[in-house]
């Protein structure tokens, strides 16, 4: 049985850092493609950051120069380094993983129907 669980979020001012982390168990973070989504009340769940099973990294454009995404394949983890954070950063963050050994097109790595497992997701705040 997968379960991702998150940690790590919190209140911040702007320009503030937090780094959210994910906890896999029954699934193994090396090998597949995960993501970061993110999601406010009344709006769509939206991706923000991707690694695949080779390390290579997308990001939304809204994060881009100041979210980090990484795996820790010892310690089976994902990460996300969020620096710089706006108050438009504020959202509640969802850890996802992709089907075992499947593979997502570059244009399709943000969307959220190409990910089957969720975590419950961490709050994150960051106040003006």
């Known amino acids: 049985q997968v379960q991702l669980v998150e940690s790590g979020g919190g209140s911040v001012q702007a320009g503030g850092s937090l780094t959210l982390t994910c906890v896999a168990s029954g699934y193994t973070v090396s090998t597949n493609f995960m993501a970061w989504f993110r999601q406010v009340p009344g709006r769509d769940r939206l991706g923000v950051a991707s690694i695949d099973s080779d390390g290579t990294t997308t990001y939304a454009d809204s994060v881009k120069g100041r979210f980090t995404v990484s795996k820790d394949n010892a310690k089976n983890t994902l990460s996300l380094q969020m620096n710089s954070l706006r108050p438009e950063d504020t959202a509640m963050y969802y850890c996802?993983?992709?089907?075992?050994?499947?593979?997502?097109?570059?244009?399709?790595?943000?969307?959220?129907?190409?990910?089957?497992?969720w975590g419950q997701g961490t709050q994150v705040t960051v106040s003006s």
């Open positions: 996802a993983a992709a089907p075992p050994g499947g593979c997502i097109p570059i244009h399709k790595v943000l969307k959220k129907y190409e990910y089957n497992y």
